[in-house]
């Protein structure tokens, strides 16, 4: 690995718990590509269990890690990071993700001349080349309701979703953080993230409060990355749990007159969820794991709303 320099206009910073392989894959992808701009890199480990921190030291000595002691979550471990970053731009990277060439120059070429840009995305796409959904709307009654498909179809400016996409950079309300280069002064001025936020919406609620400052946050769809969606936080009722807390702090944060009625609107919208689980479920006698697995997931969701949604 090069020697990091000086006076990096770019410091990568990854959080990483237990993706061992994932995080190998993805420290590869930024010295592959990236070749024509001085960058560190900063690792956050949450702490891994599975030889991450050594394998790191072992294959790209040059990287900085942060040991945490205990699983900080996103939001406090890429604050962490920020602290001590020397670059002109922070890029927050998914262990998840992998750099195709050019992406980071397209991020970093977009921000130096779009100078109202707090923070700008790349596509995200799956193994085989199809689109992810890279940004996400302010959630709203309208985005509680209706899922991602409809909204696209009825308002594609204001929700472009993944089967929709422009070729040209656009404004956009939130950038999904799998890979998100943000502006160094836009961080000095707003701050880090809110460590309320363990895993989900962290991203979306740093947007605001960019917005409300000033900012902006665009999509750079020249710039494409591979994601494997959910490696780096999980997908089992623990994450779902996380993303449906996160979700009520940020309503309960943004919305707080309103929150009563926006919190009955998604419980509400995950009971019809269940009962089209469970009429898929007998519908093929039982036979669909996927729709199996979904059904027990939405079943332990509600118990966990019936108990009150409690800290964990």
């Known amino acids: 690995m090069p020697t990091m320099p000086t006076d990096p206009e770019i ?46 030291e072992r294959r790209f000595p040059e990287v900085q890690i942060i040991r945490n002691e205990a699983n900080r ?30 992406a980071v120059k397209e991020l970093h070429t ?23 959904r890279s940004v996400a709307a302010f959630p709203s009654w309208l985005t509680l309701i209706a899922n991602e498909t409809l909204l696209s179809l009825l308002f594609p400016r204001k929700h472009p979703g993944k089967r929709r996409f422009s070729a040209t950079p656009h404004p956009v309300d939130s950038c999904i953080g799998a890979c998100l280069m943000v502006r160094s002064s836009a961080i000095r001025e707003v701050g880090g993230f809110d460590e309320r936020y363990f895993f989900f919406f962290e991203e979306t609620d740093w947007a605001l409060q960019m917005k409300k400052a000033g900012w902006n946050s665009y999509l750079v769809p020249q710039a494409r990355i591979i994601h494997d969606q959910g490696q780096s ?61 979904r059904l027990k997931v939405y079943l332990q969701l509600i118990f966990w709303h ?6 964990p």
């Not at 392989?21 to 992808?29: D, F």
């Not at 990071?81 to 992998?98: E, F, H, K, Q, S």
């Not at 996160?246 to 309960?252: F, G």
């Open 11 to 56: 410091s990568f910073i990854v959080v990483n718990w237990n993706t061992r392989e994932y995080l190998l894959a993805c420290l590869e992808s930024i010295l592959r590509t990236v070749t024509d701009i001085p960058f560190e890199i900063i690792l956050v480990d949450n702490a891994s269990l599975d030889g991450s921190v050594e394998a790191v």
């Open 73 to 102: 979550g996103f939001a406090a471990a890429n604050n962490q990071a920020l602290i001590p970053m020397r670059g002109r731009y922070a890029l927050l990277l998914n262990t998840d993700a992998v750099l195709l060439d050019g």
């Open 110 to 132: 977009f921000m130096e001349t779009q100078t109202d840009a707090a923070m700008a995305c790349g596509q995200l796409l799956n193994r085989d080349g199809t689109h992810q």
């Open 233 to 293: 936080v999980g997908q089992n009722i623990r994450a779902r749990i996380h993303f449906y807390r996160s979700r009520y702090r940020y309503l309960r944060k943004w919305h707080p007159r309103s929150y009563p009625l926006l919190w009955t609107l998604v419980f509400l919208r995950l009971l019809v969820n269940t009962l089209l689980a469970s009429a898929g479920v007998l519908l093929s006698f039982g036979t669909a794991r996927a729709l199996r697995r």
């Open 306 to 311: 019936l108990k009150g949604c409690p800290e």
